[in-house]
């Protein structure tokens, strides 16, 4: 039986880099969500060949803002994970899907980790995504193409640290 692949641990910089871009994406994504129950569920393909999920459920409200979030460790999960997505060199590949409670059917959007960032999928990369395994009960969500998350790059990583 082959061994698996060791994953090497990213420095510093490119993971305080990806961090600045995870919360940047974090706050596109919010933002381009708008007023809701949301659902976010991000899975990536590791280099190692493992696959790691996370899903954090958040509402969100303009009038008056404010940001609640169901479960502050799994938003925390979800945020790493997006971080070591984002900085590329431990996942192969990161799909992230957003779920909003609508009646009368809840609607979904992605995006796909390329490139440290993330890119919206197409609604037939969607669908994909959210069909339930055979047999198992799911609602059925109405999928949208992905709004593109405006990237606002910082200035260390354009330059040679980053």
Known sequence: MPARPELTRP???AIAAA??????????LL????DGEHTLNLVAERTDDTFVRAQA????STAPLRLAVLDEDDYCALRALL???????????AVLIATTATEPHPRAC????????????????????????PG???????????????????????????
């Open 11 to 13: 420095a510093d910089a």
């Open 136 to 162: 198992v009960p799911a609602v059925r969500r109405e999928v949208y193409d992905a709004p593109v998350l405006p990237r606002i790059t910082d200035t260390d990583e354009e330059g040679p640290r980053g």
């Open 57 to 60: 459920d958040l509402s969100i």
């Open 83 to 93: 971080v070591f997505a984002l900085e590329g060199s431990t996942v192969r590949s």
């Open 31 to 34: 933002q381009v969500l708008g």
């Open 110 to 133: 992605g995006w796909t980790v390329r490139n440290g960032w993330l890119h919206p999928m197409d609604t037939a990369e969607v669908q994909q995504a959210v069909i339930p395994c």
């Open 19 to 28: 961090m600045s871009r995870t919360l940047t994406a974090l706050a596109a």
